[in-house]
């Protein structure tokens, strides 16, 4: 089975502050994705990557960038944290071909005060 | 655009009687179309896929999906639902013939089933 590992359930940390969320997948995937999921919203894409070093913008970039150093690891950085970035972030990955599945982590909560 | 839309927000059922989730989709191409279940404090299971073929798509847990085409809808069912089905739904889609495009979320369909 596919395994996407974020490095935290939940988090709470300050206004202002840079925040670093990891994500690694253990099936060799090509393709990562960071979405944020809030209440009423469904599911808004972030950041995706189709290769190392490689990303690509999704819906809602602003106020986030990612870093893809390692095939396994796709990390979302919020650069200066503010509360309307309150929210539960997952991240996916997926085989190159458009037909197969993105496989999801549990999430992160991420709290900001 | 792409874009799909789940119409209702929750879904009522009694165990032992059928279920359907609804889904409608607008890709300009030809689709390709998902089934997720959230369960509480969980990332998105993968429930079933259409991809070409047979309309009729049988997945995990006992949930089949119809593909229809000229209503551009792709609706979960369930013949009879169980307790355990009550979670948060949400229909993907991708356009197949858009190289390096996301999965386009619905926001979701809250089911319950009341024992």
């Known amino acids: 089975d596919v395994k996407v590992t974020q490095s935290s359930r939940y988090l709470v940390k300050r206004t202002g502050e840079k925040v670093f969320l990891e994500c690694v997948q253990d099936m060799d995937h090509e393709n990562m994705f960071w979405y944020r999921q809030d209440p009423g919203l469904g599911l808004r894409l972030i950041y995706f990557?189709?290769?190392?070093?490689?990303?690509e913008k999704g819906d809602i970039p602003e106020g986030y960038s990612v870093s893809r150093e390692k095939k396994e690891r796709f990390s979302l950085i919020l650069e200066s944290a503010s509360t309307n970035q309150t929210s539960m972030y997952l991240c996916a990955s997926r085989l190159g071909q458009l037909n197969q599945p993105q496989h999801f982590g549990d999430g992160t909560r991420l709290s900001i005060l | 655009a792409q874009s799909v839309a789940q119409p209702e927000d929750q879904v009522n059922v009694a165990e032992g009687n059928p279920l359907t989730v609804k889904c409608t989709y607008s890709?300009?191409?030809?689709?390709?179309l998902f089934w997720y279940v959230q369960y509480p404090n969980r990332g998105l299971q993968f429930l079933l896929k259409?991809?070409?073929?047979?309309?009729l798509v049988k997945g995990s847990y006992g949930f089949e999906a119809e593909f229809n085409k000229s209503q551009t809808s792709f609706h979960l069912k369930k013949p009879s639902a169980l307790v355990s089905d009550s979670a948060l739904y949400f229909c993907a889609v991708r356009d197949m013939n858009q190289a390096g495009t996301a999965l386009i979320f619905g926001k979701g369909t809250t089911l319950s089933v009341s024992s």
């Open positions: 259409y991809i070409t073929g047979d309309n």
């Open positions: 990557s189709y290769d190392v070093k490689m990303k």
């Open positions: 890709v300009s191409g030809n689709p390709y």
